[in-house]
Every structure is written in C-alpha cells, then in structure tokens.
C-alpha cells in the first residue's frame, strides 16, 4: 500500500519544482531555522518562564 503522506510530498515537491523552488534550499534553510531560530526562542521562552515562576 502506498503511503498517502509520501505520495503527497513527492508531488508537492514535482509542483513547487516547477514553478521554479529549489526544494534543496528550501530544505537546508527549514534545517537551518530549526536549528537556530528556533533553539534560541525556546531558551528566551525558558528563561522568561523562569523568572515568572519565581
């Protein structure tokens, strides 16, 4: 059985190709912010909670 959500992805991926989207670098940048921006909201989030709890 074909899995539904990689069925989706594939052509999603073939779409947004055509229209001219490097999914590569859109992958590596996603990767990027995760890494980055994203770590460095939860440790403002963190410790702004941690002031509040005291």
């Known amino acids: 059985m074909i ?4 069925d989706a992805r594939v ?3 073939r ?3 055509n229209i ?4 590569d670098k859109q992958e ?3 990767a990027n912010f995760l890494k980055t921006v994203l ?4 440790n403002e989030a963190k ?8």
């Open 47 to 54: 410790e702004r909670e941690s002031k509040l709890n005291k």
């Open 3 to 6: 899995d539904l959500s990689a």
């Open 20 to 23: 001219g989207l490097d999914m």
């Open 28 to 30: 590596a940048e996603k």
């Open 11 to 13: 052509k999603l991926a």
């Open 15 to 17: 779409l947004l190709s």
């Open 39 to 42: 770590r460095n909201w939860d």
